[in-house]
């Protein structure tokens, strides 16, 4: 064990799916399609936030960079196994999983700190109505972003150098179809004691700390609404953030269920499926959530598809 520790690897297997050839030509279908759909429809709610004037504000401009994000997430993952059923090949290079890896966290940790920030900007509008415009400038619309990326890639770094400091032995295969950080770090002949602390650190930090903020804003925005006298300005309200609260349960609805299916059933290849739910299935809803429950995007879109 001691020698294999010292061996260095070139490259890695992803299993993805099926090993069944008769089911691949379906993957692919599948998995093509839905990643189609996903960046198509997220361009267009990012071609309908600049084009329309009547999107120029704090909330859509959020909704923008998840938006981008979104198609940024589906493609650290999607294309290569895409690839790898077009040639048949299972392999990744050792930096490219380590890319892969690094890119998903990055993404996704992205994710959820601008959801949590669109959560602050529906309290703001919600709660405090008349101080909007002044709270919600663009400086710091701007410096939330820039926070959440700058805590992303710090996050994405940290763990993957963490994972670089690990040697591999002969088990190469990973029961996935992406470099998943705990997947990877399973594969691990060295010690992952710190890994795993470092992981679970994290894991309460950057996403407990985003929930309860969530969590904190809808309460704000719960007692706001219960305050309204009129049926009607009732609805008015909630109807603003009801998108944002539809896409905030289904990210973290899959995200927990991903979790706990791979607890519960102890099973890798169970784990990879339910993976697809917050990988390739929540980008892909999130655009179709937007321009069905708004009707600014909505109109909006109609516009863009017209000019197209």
Not at 267 to 280: D, F, Q
Request: glycine share 4%.
């Amino acid at each position: 064990m001691e020698q294999g520790n010292k061996t260095r690897v070139s490259e890695f297997l992803l299993l993805g799916f099926s090993e069944d050839p008769e089911l691949q030509p379906l993957i692919f279908g599948l998995f093509l399609s839905m990643y189609l759909v996903t960046v198509l429809g997220n361009l267009l709610i990012i071609l309908a936030s600049i084009s329309d004037s009547h999107l120029h504000m704090p909330m859509y401009f959020f909704l923008s960079n998840l938006s981008f994000v979104d198609i940024c997430f589906t493609s650290t993952s999607i294309p290569k196994m895409l690839l790898n059923i077009q040639t048949q090949s299972k392999a990744i290079t050792y930096t490219g999983c380590i890319t892969q890896m690094c890119f998903f966290m990055v993404f996704i940790e992205l994710d959820n700190f601008l959801l949590t920030v669109m959560a602050y900007d529906r309290y703001v509008a919600i709660c405090h109505p008349l101080h909007y415009t002044a709270i919600m400038n663009s400086q710091l619309c701007g410096s939330l972003v820039l926070v959440s990326w700058i805590l992303s890639l710090l996050h994405a770094l940290l763990e993957s150098l963490m994972v670089l400091r690990l040697s591999f032995c002969t088990n190469l295969e990973i029961p996935h179809f992406f470099c998943e950080l705990n997947q990877v770090v399973q594969l691990s002949c060295s010690d992952t004691f710190l890994n795993d602390v470092v992981m679970y650190i994290v894991s309460v930090l950057l996403g407990g700390g985003p929930i309860a903020g969530i969590l904190y804003s809808y309460s704000k925005i719960v007692s706001s609404i219960r305050k309204i006298s009129s049926i009607q300005g009732k609805y008015k309200a909630f109807s603003t953030c009801a998108s944002h609260l539809s896409v905030v349960s289904l990210f973290y609805c899959t995200g927990v269920g991903v979790y706990l299916s791979s607890g519960v059933t102890h099973s890798s290849h169970s784990s990879a499926i339910a993976s697809v739910l917050y990988t390739v299935v929540t980008p892909m809803l999130k655009p179709f959530i937007y321009s069905l429950r708004n009707k600014d995007v909505k109109r909006a879109l109609r516009r863009s598809l017209r000019f197209l």
